[in-house]
């Protein structure tokens, strides 16, 4: 999860549940869509806010720069705005 200047562990994901229910009023089916919340932050950051955590994981393990050919994530505008 991303961190925002008001929740230090805010999900930027939601979902939608659809519950079906069959003429005698018995769930009969559902279905679970997720969806993204606030698609500004995919993009771009407020002050003092952390996008999401999987880029600074991923930039965490040095092998896996070095095999994807990554730099440091201060060389990162992307995960360096907050």
């Avoid at 991303?2 to 018995?26: D, H, L, P």
């Amino acid at each position: 999860n991303a961190k925002t200047v008001r929740n230090n562990n805010s999900s930027r994901f939601g979902k939608w549940i659809e519950v079906y229910f069959s003429k005698k009023k018995r769930v009969s089916g559902a279905r679970i869509e997720q969806f993204l919340l606030e698609t500004t932050r995919v993009i771009r950051q407020a002050p003092n806010e952390r996008n999401y955590h999987i880029f600074y994981q991923i930039l965490q393990d040095e092998g896996l720069c070095r095999d994807l050919n990554l730099e440091s994530a201060e060389s990162y505008r992307y995960v360096n705005q907050g």
